[in-house]
């Protein structure tokens, strides 16, 4: 941090007076250091003064209190015969630009805040701090200062933004040397890039994720620069690809499961039984079941009758990825049903000893909890003895309450196999005996999700060639076809991390602006101003 001093540049101005006006206004009374200046033309130091005027500017406050700026300045004659310039005034470019009406301080602090809040966030900031500007000011005066940053990298980070996820995106390119944003680009195309690249020679090293647009890109405009696939991608497409490989066997999964866990076989989709002896809560979701049951096979009926899953979407306005959910899984897929732990659990040793001595009244026995500590209303207690005991039929139901039976996803079996994940093993192991595709594709996927991490370039081959043999083997033939990239990202250390974190920042100045403010601004804000 520099030197702070009273004045605006003690090397240029001398203070000659404070002055106290009223409602708490001071002003500074400064001349200039110097005895000459030099001729903005000719670059010839002069002495000779011509005349004195002074100008009015406004400085940084004082805790808050508004500080004005008498600065007083000289007229000088050039004394070279052949400059046009007869005539000029002192320059002082540390305390005041030409025509200025602030002093330099004052428009560094405005571009900081402005950088950092935008136009009417920043006007409100300001006042706050006792700088009068308003957010249009701060947003002119921004786009007046701002450069074009002439860098010429050597590493880039390129991916895509959201301007409206799903709808439309732009391009962030990043220099991973330096950890910053370089540009912005309105959209996302192989040509914008590619003319981008043109303009950015220099660049040996790309770091990008899987989308074949960049690759093109580059390959188009910098063919010789090295192309690094971003390795938290290539972990993704695999979690994604095994999820596919898992996705038709839920009925299996869920079989599995339920061997382990010893639970007691059901159909997966059960019919709507009677509900009088049901509470409210259950009978509510035993209708959102029903309901959901009756859009699952109106999808099915309509994709059998030969209907795209784009119609199926609009007709019925069931999002595209939904359907595809339901088409993959084969069969209903269960909602996962939320384990609590009721409060009454801990009073349930003395609830049991009440129940076998013939007290069945659920309001007398949530009187008698109540004297021991419990908090609860009698709706709880009454629930809780119906779900343990059965209704309110008198009998004792001697079978001890079981849980529902597990219910597992393709994403978490995926996430637990290459993981590898001790707790689940018995399950794992399982569903791997009765399935010898899934055993095959798991253990391609585990030993590609290990060289990854361990960088083990040289078990590339050896894995490739087992992939094409297993459920992946369209994951492995699309790795193929960037094989380079894939390569590159086992070798090199470069990755797209810093761009990832330079997207997040974007999002949090977009989402500022209200979608109210343009590209240039926007730009501007993300990118370091030089």
Partial sequence: MGQRTLVPDAGEVVLDEVRALGRGRLVLVLRSAGEESRCPACAQSSRRVHSRYSRQLKDLPWEGIPVGIELRVRRFFCDVGDCAQHIFTERLPNTVKRYGRRTCRVSVALEKITLALGGSAGSRLAEQLGIIASGSTLLRDLRKRARAVSVSPRVVGIDDWAWRKGQRYGTIVCDLERGKVIDLLPDRSAESTAAWLRNHPGIEIVSRDRAGLYAQAVDRAAPRAIQVADR?????????ALIGVLAPHHRLMTEAARAVAKAPEAPLIQPSSATSNKTRAERAKQRSRD???????????????????????????????TIRRWTRSGNFPERKPVMRTSSVEQYRRYLDQRWEQGCHNARQLW??????????????????????H???????????FLPPPPRVSPRQTAWQFLKQCELNKPYLDELCRRSPEIATSTTVAREFFRLVQQRDLSAWTKWRESARHSALSSFASHLCRDEAAVLAALKYDWSNGPVEGNVHRLKLIKRSMYGRASFDLLRLRVVTVA
């Fill in 390 to 400: 059965g209704p309110k039929t008198g009998r004792f139901n001697q079978a001890p």
């Fill in 291 to 321: 309901s959901r049951m009756i859009r699952y096979a109106s999808v099915m009926e309509h994709l059998r009758n030969g209907l795209s899953q784009a119609e199926i979407s609009r007709t019925m306005d069931i999002d595209r990825r």
């Fill in 232 to 240: 938290w991608h290539l972990l993704r497409n695999l979690s994604e």
């Fill in 367 to 388: 009187r008698e909890i109540h004297d021991l500590g419990f908090t609860g209303r009698h709706s709880i207690v009454r629930n809780w003895i119906r779900k343990i």
